[in-house]
Nanobody
Framework: VQLQASGGGLVQAGDSLRLSCAASGLTVSGYGMGWFRQAPGAEREFVSAITWGGTSTYNANSVKGRFTISRDNAKNMMYLQMDSLKPEDTAVYYC??????????????????WGQGTLVTVSS
């Protein structure tokens, strides 16, 4: 199983980015999928998640109204559309997969597969 996150980069405050997570060895439609981030010197934190059935999404309060998680089952991909970026969004972003039916998708501990991370830097 491999999760490959991409799409990070250096942008200015107010700009947008779309992160992608390509999955191999698993079918994204059969897993709860999530995004986490880790800023320098900080712990990894929850950003956004989508249930395996795609019926529910969850977002951290810090990104509500700005970030949107989605999934393309045909392409076996997951995305994170990030709008109105702020300097405090600067972090390495990781995609992750949790077993079908897993609860508490805000918790890193329920995820069994992790991607390598992609760096997002937002300048002021």
């Amino acid at each position: 199983v491999q999760l490959q996150a991409s799409g990070g980069g250096l942008v200015q405050a107010g700009d947008s980015l779309r992160l992608s997570c390509a999955a191999s060895g698993l079918t994204v439609s059969g897993y709860g999928m999530g995004w986490f981030r880790q800023a320098p010197g900080a712990e990894r934190e929850f950003v956004s998640a989508i249930t395996w059935g795609g019926t529910s999404t969850y977002n951290a309060n810090s990104v509500k109204g700005r970030f949107t998680i989605s999934r393309d089952n045909a392409k076996n991909m997951m995305y994170l559309q990030m709008d109105s970026l702020k300097p405090e969004d600067t972090a390495v972003y990781y995609c992750a997969a949790a077993p079908r039916g897993a609860e508490f998708l805000r918790r890193a501990g329920v995820y069994v597969y992790w991607g390598q991370g992609t760096l997002v830097t937002v300048s002021s």
